[in-house]
């Protein structure tokens, strides 16, 4: 349980993310790597 007010810091290589995003996730990894690696535009030039 995370409590009002506490950030929670999980650290991922992008391999597990890549890992998880593809065989565990509901897109919350892959929105996650979009947001702090690259952009959506980015990925669909």
């Given at each position: 349980m995370i409590l009002p007010?506490?950030?929670a810091?999980?650290?991922l290589?992008?391999?597990d993310m890549m890992r998880y995003s593809l065989s565990l996730?509901?897109?919350n990894a892959?929105?996650?790597m979009f947001?702090?690696?690259?952009g959506v535009a980015?990925?669909?030039t």
């Amino acid at each position: 349980m995370i409590l009002p007010g506490i950030v929670a810091m999980i650290c991922l290589t992008v391999k597990d993310m890549m890992r998880y995003s593809l065989s565990l996730s509901d897109n919350n990894a892959s929105n996650v790597m979009f947001r702090e690696l690259v952009g959506v535009a980015t990925t669909d030039t």
